[in-house]
């Protein structure tokens, strides 16, 4: 496997490589970053799970929002880790065409480039499927915010502390 550091290679091919290399690197640093925020949001889930038995019914539509909210939150962060995923997924194969057309350019060996195109507008098609489900998600999360903006405030308006253990965590 060729890399961006390999001595036969011109300047402007470990160039080439180097750039490839690195956006599936950044790739990878996003996909990692969405895995650990992804783990926060499970945590803060189960610590708020554990503030049920605080509650009565007075504050259930408070806490029910906030519930959601939370929910929301974690199915966002699923589908950006399949949308980190799927570009990660288009990095590497692109990393791969990068590679084949700089042995085919140099003449270090003949790839065929077109099944690593294919595969790449497959990926692409998968990758923009998965951005459009984050985004629904995304639209989602700002429905669940709205719903528990609209009960804190009625709590706040009606008085009392429940209102205040909203932002317990």
């Known amino acids: 496997?060729?890399?961006?550091?390999?001595?036969?290679?011109?300047?402007?091919?470990?160039?080439?490589?180097?750039?490839?290399?690195?956006?599936?690197?950044?790739?990878?640093?996003q996909l990692r970053a969405r895995r650990e925020e992804q783990e926060d949001i499970v945590a803060t889930i189960s610590r708020f799970e554990d503030l049920d038995?605080?509650?009565e019914r007075e504050g259930q539509?408070?806490?029910?929002?906030?519930?959601?909210?939370?929910?929301?939150?974690?199915?966002?962060?699923?589908?950006?880790?399949?949308e980190a995923e799927a570009r990660a997924a288009v990095d590497e194969a692109r990393l791969r065409l990068a590679r084949a057309e700089v042995l085919l350019r140099y003449a270090?060996?003949?790839?065929?480039?077109?099944p690593v195109r294919a595969e790449i507008a497959s990926l692409v098609r998968e990758r923009d499927r998965r951005v459009a489900?984050?985004?629904?998600?995304?639209t989602e999360l700002g429905r669940a915010t709205d719903r528990l903006w609209r009960d804190y405030a009625t709590a706040a308006s009606r008085g009392g502390r429940r209102a205040n253990a909203l932002w317990l965590e």
């Open 1 to 29: 496997m060729i890399r961006s550091t390999d001595p036969r290679l011109p300047s402007e091919g470990r160039r080439r490589l180097a750039e490839a290399e690195d956006d599936l690197a950044v790739s990878l640093g």
């Open 133 to 138: 489900a984050s985004e629904r998600a995304k």
């Open 61 to 82: 539509s408070l806490m029910q929002s906030r519930r959601s909210l939370l929910e929301a939150r974690l199915i966002l962060a699923d589908k950006l880790i399949e």
């Open 108 to 114: 270090l060996a003949a790839p065929d480039l077109e």
């Open 53 to 55: 038995d605080l509650w």
